[in-house]
């Protein structure tokens, strides 16, 4: 396979989550702010690179975009067809990247508080009302992401390698404190140098303020 074909796939997958973007902020506000805010986080760096590149972190950001407009369409629409697609792609994702599941665990977190009641995050009807259906679709988008993790740790501990899938975890609290300050600078660079530029930042905050301004 040519190496141009991935580096294709990959550059699709991004350009089709920044689409799914502008789709939902189109429906809530217009077409200015829906095409204003995908453009702007193409100017990134960070997207720059890895969108071109052969590593999975861009294709399963993309695929969780995607996840997410699906879902936005089940909360206002109610089709299933909207949530079946939305666990295929949060699957998808996370079996790329684990932190691209991130989505997935935000309406995980969601489901949980509304079927214990916690929270009603609707005041007509609830959320989900498949019953056992929902239950059994994330529990095997969950069981799926947790299955392939497990296997990839397993398979490396075993051929002492990373080959399969970068599986090991470094939690904060077994870090002494210089070790937490290189992560916190490490991460502070990244966020205001490399994710976007400081000026882009700002301006960034500022439209998202205005919108909010605006919205009201």
Same mark, same amino acid.
């Given at each position: 396979?040519?190496?141009?074909?991935?580096? +294709?796939?990959?550059?699709?997958?991004? /350009?089709?989550?920044?689409?799914?973007?502008?789709?939902?902020?189109? !429906?809530?506000?217009?077409?200015?702010?829906?095409?204003?805010?995908?453009?702007?986080?193409?100017?990134?760096?960070?997207?720059?690179?890895?969108?071109?590149?052969?590593?999975?972190?861009?294709? $399963?950001?993309?695929?969780?975009?995607?996840?997410?407009?699906?879902?936005?369409?089940?909360? !206002?629409? =109610?089709?299933?067809?909207?949530?079946?697609?939305?666990?295929?792609?949060?699957?998808? $994702?996370? +079996?790329?990247?684990?932190?691209?599941?991130?989505?997935?665990?935000?309406? #995980?977190?969601?489901?949980? #508080?509304?079927?214990?009641?916690?929270?009603?995050?609707?005041?007509?009807?609830?959320?989900?009302?498949?019953?056992?259906?929902?239950?059994? #679709?994330?529990?095997?988008?969950?069981?799926?992401? $947790?299955?392939?993790?497990?296997?990839?740790? =397993?398979?490396?501990?075993?051929? %002492?390698?990373?080959?399969?899938?970068?599986?090991?975890?470094?939690?904060?609290?077994?870090?002494?404190?210089?070790?937490?300050? %290189?992560?916190?600078?490490?991460?502070?660079?990244?966020?205001?140098?490399?994710?976007?530029?400081?000026?882009?930042?700002?301006?960034?905050?500022?439209?998202?303020?205005?919108?909010? /301004?605006?919205?009201?």
């Amino acid at each position: 396979v040519h190496e141009f074909i991935p580096r +294709l796939v990959n550059v699709l997958l991004v /350009f089709f989550g920044f689409f799914s973007v502008f789709k939902i902020v189109y !429906k809530q506000t217009d077409a200015f702010w829906g095409i204003l805010l995908p453009l702007f986080f193409f100017t990134s760096p960070v997207v720059a690179f890895y969108s071109i590149s052969f590593l999975p972190d861009s294709a $399963a950001f993309g695929l969780a975009l995607m996840g997410f407009f699906c879902f936005n369409n089940f909360f !206002k629409s =109610q089709k299933y067809k909207w949530l079946y697609m939305f666990m295929f792609l949060s699957l998808m $994702a996370g +079996l790329l990247k684990a932190t691209s599941a991130m989505i997935f665990a935000a309406i #995980l977190m969601i489901f949980i #508080l509304e079927k214990t009641r916690v929270v009603s995050f609707r005041t007509d009807k609830k959320i989900f009302n498949g019953g056992i259906k929902d239950y059994l #679709l994330f529990a095997v988008t969950l069981t799926g992401i $947790a299955a392939w993790y497990f296997w990839a740790a =397993q398979y490396n501990q075993t051929h %002492d390698s990373s080959h399969i899938s970068e599986s090991s975890i470094f939690p904060i609290w077994v870090m002494n404190a210089d070790e937490m300050l %290189d992560v916190i600078k490490e991460v502070y660079e990244i966020i205001w140098y490399q994710l976007l530029s400081p000026h882009s930042t700002f301006l960034f905050l500022f439209l998202f303020i205005a919108l909010i /301004f605006l919205k009201g």
